[in-house]
C-alpha cells in the first residue's frame, strides 16, 4: 500500500505509465524485501489485475446512499486520481455504474487541482456551491473540494483523520443524509 518512492503520484501525473508505476512499486517492494530477481511482467500487469478485480467491493453503505440520492433526483459522480476507463471499470464491475466519472486523463491533473473538481460539477449540471464531494483522504478530497469551492465531506470509517476547517466528517456514508446544515434537495436538471 505505501509508495515512498511517489511511483503512483508519477502515473497519475502523467510521468509514467499504469504498467511502468505497477511493476516500479513491485521492484521497490522486492528490493525492501531483499528478494533477487525481476518481476514477470505479465503475472503483475494481467494476472494481478485478473486477481484484485475479483475482490473489488463497495462498502455497504454506499448503495443505500446512492439510492436515497436517486429517489430524490440528485445526480452523483466520481472524481479519481486514476483514469476514467479503469475507475469506471472498477465502479461497473461493483454494480456501481456512475453516469459521471472524471479521471486524471479528463483535466490532465489529479486530485487536489480544482479542475478535477469543477470538471465533476460542470459535467453534474451543478454550481460549486451547490455540490457536495464525499471523500476519504484529507488532502486530496477534503481540502482539495473545500478550496475548489464544493461542500467538503470526509468519510472517516476509522475516525482517525484529522478534520479540516469547513470540511464535514462522518463515520459512514449512512450519516450523510443527517447531517442538519446541509440540504439534499436538489434536482436533476
Known sequence: MHDPKDFYNAYINGKMSFAQQRLSRVID??????????????????????????????????APLLAALDERGIAYGAATNNVTHYQRLK?????????VVIGTDVTGKPKPDP????????????????TLMIGDDVMN??????????????VDRK???????????????????HIPSLRFDNKIN
Request: hydrophobic residues 40%; negative net charge.
Open 159 to 177: 475516525n482517525t483523520l484529522v478534520n479540516p476547517e469547513r470540511v464535514y466528517k462522518v463515520g459512514s456514508l449512512s450519516d450523510v443524509l
Open 91 to 99: 465502479l461497473e464491475q461493483t454494480g456501481l455504474a456512475f453516469d
Open 29 to 62: 517492494a522486492m528490493s525492501i524485501l531483499q528478494l533477487e530477481g525481476a518481476p514477470d511482467e505479465d503475472l503483475w500487469i494481467a494476472g494481478y489485475e485478473e486477481v484484485v478485480s475479483q475482490h473489488w467491493v463497495p462498502f455497504d453503505d454506499v
Open 141 to 154: 478530497d477534503g481540502l482539495g473540494a473545500r478550496d475548489a469551492g464544493l461542500i467538503s465531506l470526509l
Open 115 to 130: 479542475s478535477m473538481f469543477r470538471e465533476g460539477v460542470r459535467q453534474l449540471g451543478s454550481t460549486v456551491e451547490n
